[in-house]
């Protein structure tokens, strides 16, 4: 019989512990000390109080509970003394019936591994899906994370050492997160179209209007019918767009959705998760034959990452009528223009204008997102609400020195530009630091034609710097360039400055973050708010309409852009449900 919540929360407590012996390897004390804290809320509750226990156990018992594990395809494997639940999960993961050389490779990752961090590799075999890693996969993690920062692997270990704990207490209450599975499997889905030269290698590469791009349209258009949307069409610029109605005929929409494009060698979670999750609730609604006060318009957006052209958000910017008429003429690596492109994907450029959305007809917009950074991960939370969408300004610099001999000019008689750019990269470092949420890069650094042996006389660079407010990155903008002008005062250098690109933040409509927030502690989470640093198709929208997103965390530090980014159907499946906890609270209680 599986566990319930109810018993989790009133069964006498030697049973409760007993019925999760085995969650965590050898270490029944993070059971015994969380179970004192009943009653939870949720299982997600109790994992998140499970995770507390092994924070507030400090550093000895953390390495402890890792060494109380037992190597993959290791010793005690051979030697067939691992626990029940191990020699299933390691035979599930085929660690059982390696190959010779599979094996040595093995045997020698172990030895580094423990060399390095003095504690056996721990790794969730089962992975983010719950249906098992493959070999190749585990031995792949495995060599990236001996490389790891110490304090970071032993986080990392952690880390899977409470997704195996997730796991198996989904096995022991019977549950398992269907809805998030089926938001990871139209993921999975649609990540095997991809560009030509990325396809081949097995990347992820979806670009404007490519024959990738447009299957990725029809897959999407035919799922969102078959979860009962009332009307699926691909609009003039290739967005995706599927409306459930509301109850009565009047009445005005929830607009969501996110990108289907996707950036070079990407991730298949980056954007396509805030389509398919309100797609997700929209099959439910219609499963129940439910009909909300408002109706729900989820798109699915052509165009956000301006890769194949330099038209980025264009999908989104297509809602709220800024589809600028020369990009039609732009074109892309290959000479063909963005017209060209259209008209071969058969959409009506001349139909663009009427795309524009009028914003009192909507309550506003949502989205949802993986984090695409590394802050959810660290701290143990599935969910965090955003509370802006930080402004930004890039600016294209370059430092004018002179350039002489690197053998014969006195280190007090140089006009070296590189050492000036290095100088403000420390000090921006610093200068966004102290603001603790705002950030600086500089991301581009160049010497341009130098040599070896000669102080540089020209340094090119650029500039990116962020912030939740306008105000904050005006300040933060003011102080770097500033320093800029009296490092090159004080070295006697001159410089130039351009200004390439200036974004208004985007803060959370209070009104609607206030039902994200709601929405997240339902789930017994504890609520978590965040800037986002990274730009969303929530910002176009933010220009017309209120708007809130919702962010999940990623796995691998929350890498993105990157096709190691990740994150669990767990975690998806608590991102359905807050979603769905949104449109229930709307429903109940009107903006
Ligand atoms: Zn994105």
Not at 224 to 248: K, L, S
């Amino acid at each position: 019989m599986p566990l319930t919540i109810d018993q989790l929360n009133t069964a006498p407590l030697p049973d409760v512990a007993a019925a999760l012996d085995g969650l965590y390897e050898h270490s029944p004390w993070i059971v015994e000390r969380t179970l004192v804290q009943r009653p939870f809320l949720s299982l997600a509750h109790f994992k998140h109080a499970l995770v507390q226990t092994v924070k507030a156990g400090g550093r000895v018992a953390q390495l402890d509970l890792i060494r109380a594990h037992p190597e993959l395809a290791g010793k005690a494997m051979v030697a067939k003394t691992l626990t029940a639940e191990s020699t299933n999960e390691q035979g599930k993961a085929g660690l059982t019936d390696c190959t010779p050389e599979e094996f040595a490779r093995i045997q020698q990752l172990n030895a580094d591994y423990n060399a390095r961090f003095g504690f056996p590799f721990i790794l969730a075999v089962r992975g983010p899906r719950g249906t098992g890693l493959n070999k190749a996969q585990i031995i792949e993690a495995f060599g990236r994370r001996v490389h790891h920062h110490p304090d970071f692997e032993l986080a990392e270990a952690l880390r899977n050492i409470h997704r195996i704990a997730e796991i198996r207490l989904n096995d022991k209450f019977g549950v398992e997160p269907t809805l998030g599975n089926d938001v990871w499997d139209w993921q999975e889905k649609l990540s095997v179209h991809s560009d030509p030269g990325f396809a081949e290698k097995g990347q992820l590469t979806v670009t404007y209007l490519t024959d990738a791009h447009r299957a990725c349209a029809q897959r999407i258009s035919h799922w969102m019918r078959d979860c009962g949307f009332d009307e699926v069409e691909i609009d003039a610029v290739g967005n995706v767009v599927g409306r459930y109605h509301g109850a009565t005929p009047n009445a005005k929409y929830l607009l969501t959705g996110s990108h289907y494009d996707t950036v070079r060698n990407g991730g298949k979670y980056d954007g396509r998760l805030g389509i398919f999750v309100p797609m997700a609730c929209v099959r439910e609604l219609h499963r129940t034959g439910r009909r909300l006060p408002f109706g729900f318009e989820v798109v699915g957006f052509a165009e956000e990452e301006g890769q194949r052209y330099k038209a980025t958000f264009l999908g989104s910017g297509a809602l709220i009528g800024d589809f600028k008429p020369e990009w039609l003429d732009q074109k892309d690596a290959d000479g063909i223009t963005m017209r060209e492109a259209m008209q071969h994907a058969g959409l009506c450029i001349d139909d663009i204008p009427k795309l524009r959305r009028d914003p009192a007809r909507y309550l506003g917009f949502v989205e949802v997102h993986i984090e695409q950074g590394p802050v959810l991960n660290e701290m143990d939370l599935p969910l965090g609400v955003v509370t802006s969408i930080n402004g930004s300004v890039r600016y294209l610099g370059e430092v004018i020195g002179m350039a002489s001999h690197a053998g014969t000019t006195p280190m007090d008689r140089r006009r070296d530009a590189a050492c000036a750019v290095a100088e403000l990269a420390l000090y921006l470092e610093q200068r966004a630091a102290k603001d603790g949420d705002s950030v600086a890069t500089i991301g581009q650094l160049q010497v341009p034609s130098g040599s070896i042996n000669v102080v540089p006389g020209r340094c090119s660079f650029s500039l990116d710097l962020r912030a939740p407010t306008d105000a904050q990155r005006d300040a933060l903008a003011g102080d770097v360039l500033a320093e800029l002008a009296a490092i090159c005062e004080r070295r006697g250098l001159r410089h130039t400055l351009e200004e390439t690109m200036r974004a208004a933040a985007a803060p959370s409509a209070p009104a609607l973050q206030q039902r994200w927030e709601a929405a997240v502690k339902a789930q017994g989470l504890p609520l978590f708010r965040m800037p986002s640093g990274a730009g969303h198709d929530a910002m176009k929208l933010h220009e017309v309409m209120p708007q809130a997103m919702l962010f999940v965390r990623g796995e691998n530090s929350g890498i993105s852009h990157n096709p190691l980014e990740s994150t669990s159907s767990e975690d998806m499946q608590l991102c359905v449900q807050a979603f769905a906890h949104l449109l229930d609270s709307l429903a109940q209680d009107p903006l």
